[in-house]
């Protein structure tokens, strides 16, 4: 008897440590797959900034331009 409730106990040790080892991998792709749509919104925020950037160079030459013209 005590040889197989140590062995059950063991076993339901066991158990609770693969639920929390899977319960704490399903939070580390949660994790991950956050940081990747982050660090894309970053990326694509940055591709935003640089276009903004270039457009307000031309537009500021276009002004410097008709102010040449006028």
Partial sequence: NDTQRQLSQEQNAKIMQDEILNNH?????KLETALKKMNSEISHSHEKE????HKNCM????IARLKLEI
């Fill in 25 to 29: 991998f399903c939070k580390q792709k």
């Fill in 50 to 53: 640089k276009d903004l950037l």
């Fill in 59 to 62: 537009l500021e030459n276009e």
